[in-house]
């Protein structure tokens, strides 16, 4: 493919501001993500606006770029902002025509990242994807006023470019899909008769029936429940993650698959069973496990867990 890709706003023409800057951060993107497309056998230019000193001056320069070069694709890279927050909120690819290019680099993204999957978004009012005359995506990579994704871009900045570059034109002989999920963050306990934070009756997201997976359950109802997230068993290893459902479907989850949860603090390492979605992205957590999980990794809440998954391995 031939490709062009450019950093958002420009020089003189400031982006978003937080933790990290807009601007400084597109142009780490925009040559590392061209980097890996010419290693898989792509033509690629890159462009920064140097010279505009106004919003529309910059844009038209931006556009009237892309329009006087010969390509197949348009990307432009930017970084989102809204409201200050510890926690993360996540990474969006937005598109006009190309909804399906911008799901792949979205869940691409957010696959190696840990990032929340904010989705691809279909956005008409947007004067990058209104004046390229070919096929084209804008890049949200994450928010740079939330502490969590910057944490999240910046640990996994390398794995973020190569899976955008990848997503977008794989390597002969490769499919442009994650291989599998990796987070790294702080993590709490869910499930069981004591979970007070769930209803009695609150179910699982993705296990309906305590035959789907009875080894990760009580063998009776508890008393004054009649949900399953109350009748899980707490002494077993099991977990719930932001599961992005368009890459792991609610089938494969409550399948035979196994995540390999591991501490940070104590270096133990554990298989589980995926069994429900969660935390809450306030929480500031990645991931919840059962309370046997957490006691067998030796570690409280708000310790550091590292999640990956599928696990292919000996089964812990």
Same mark, same amino acid.
């Given at each position: 493919?031939?490709?062009?890709?450019?950093?958002? +706003?420009?020089?003189?023409?400031?982006?978003?501001?937080?933790?990290?800057?807009?601007?400084?951060?597109?142009?780490?993107?925009?040559?590392?993500?061209?980097?890996?497309?010419?290693?898989?056998?792509?033509?690629?230019?890159?462009?920064?606006?140097?010279?505009?000193?106004?919003?529309?001056?910059?844009?038209?320069?931006?556009?009237?770029? +892309?329009?006087?070069?010969?390509?197949?694709?348009?990307?432009?890279? +930017?970084?989102?902002?809204?409201?200050?927050?510890?926690?993360?909120?996540?990474?969006?690819?937005?598109?006009?025509?190309?909804?399906?290019?911008?799901?792949?680099?979205?869940?691409?993204?957010?696959?190696?990242?840990?990032?929340?999957?904010?989705?691809?978004?279909?956005?008409?009012?947007?004067?990058?994807?209104?004046?390229?005359?070919?096929?084209?995506?804008?890049?949200?990579?994450?928010?740079?006023?939330?502490?969590?994704?910057?944490?999240?871009?910046?640990?996994?900045?390398?794995?973020?470019?190569?899976?955008?570059?990848?997503?977008?034109?794989?390597?002969?002989?490769?499919?442009?899909?994650?291989?599998?999920?990796?987070?790294?963050?702080?993590?709490?306990?869910?499930?069981?008769?004591?979970?007070?934070?769930?209803?009695?009756?609150?179910?699982?997201?993705?296990?309906?029936?305590?035959?789907?997976?009875?080894?990760?359950?009580?063998?009776?109802?508890?008393?004054?429940?009649?949900?399953?997230?109350?009748?899980?068993?707490? &002494?077993?290893?099991?977990?719930?993650?932001?599961?992005?459902?368009?890459?792991?479907?609610?089938?494969?989850?409550?399948?035979?698959?196994?995540?390999?949860?591991?501490?940070?603090?104590?270096?133990?390492?554990?298989?589980? +069973?995926?069994? &429900?979605?969660?935390?809450?992205?306030?929480?500031?957590?990645?991931?919840?496990?059962?309370?046997?999980?957490?006691?067998?990794?030796?570690?409280?809440?708000? &310790?550091?867990?590292?999640?990956?998954?599928?696990?292919?391995?000996?089964?812990?």
């Amino acid at each position: 493919m031939k490709i062009a890709i450019s950093s958002g +706003h420009g020089k003189y023409v400031r982006g978003a501001k937080g933790l990290i800057d807009e601007v400084d951060e597109a142009r780490r993107v925009v040559p590392a993500v061209a980097d890996y497309l010419r290693l898989n056998g792509n033509d690629v230019v890159t462009f920064n606006d140097d010279t505009s000193t106004t919003q529309s001056q910059n844009l038209n320069t931006i556009v009237n770029w +892309h329009n006087s070069q010969s390509r197949d694709l348009d990307i432009s890279v +930017h970084f989102n902002a809204y409201i200050p927050t510890d926690g993360g909120r996540g990474d969006e690819t937005l598109y006009v025509t190309q909804a399906d290019l911008a799901t792949r680099v979205t869940n691409a993204i957010c696959s190696v990242s840990g990032l929340i999957n904010r989705g691809a978004k279909k956005r008409s009012d947007l004067y990058f994807l209104n004046g390229t005359n070919r096929p084209a995506i804008l890049l949200e990579i994450c928010f740079v006023d939330a502490g969590a994704d910057v944490e999240a871009y910046n640990q996994h900045f390398d794995a973020i470019c190569q899976a955008i570059a990848e997503a977008v034109a794989p390597a002969a002989g490769e499919v442009a899909e994650p291989k599998g999920l990796h987070v790294v963050g702080k993590v709490s306990w869910f499930g069981g008769p004591n979970d007070t934070g769930v209803t009695p009756s609150e179910g699982l997201a993705f296990i309906y029936k305590y035959e789907t997976k009875p080894e990760i359950f009580l063998p009776t109802q508890p008393a004054g429940t009649t949900g399953l997230a109350r009748r899980l068993n707490p &002494d077993k290893r099991y977990l719930a993650l932001r599961w992005d459902y368009n890459q792991f479907p609610k089938t494969r989850l409550a399948g035979e698959e196994m995540a390999l949860v591991k501490a940070t603090k104590t270096s133990r390492a554990f298989t589980a +069973h995926p069994a &429900d979605w969660g935390p809450h992205t306030k929480t500031g957590r990645v991931a919840d496990i059962s309370p046997g999980l957490m006691r067998e990794l030796g570690i409280d809440t708000d &310790d550091e867990v590292e999640v990956t998954y599928p696990y292919v391995g000996e089964v812990a």
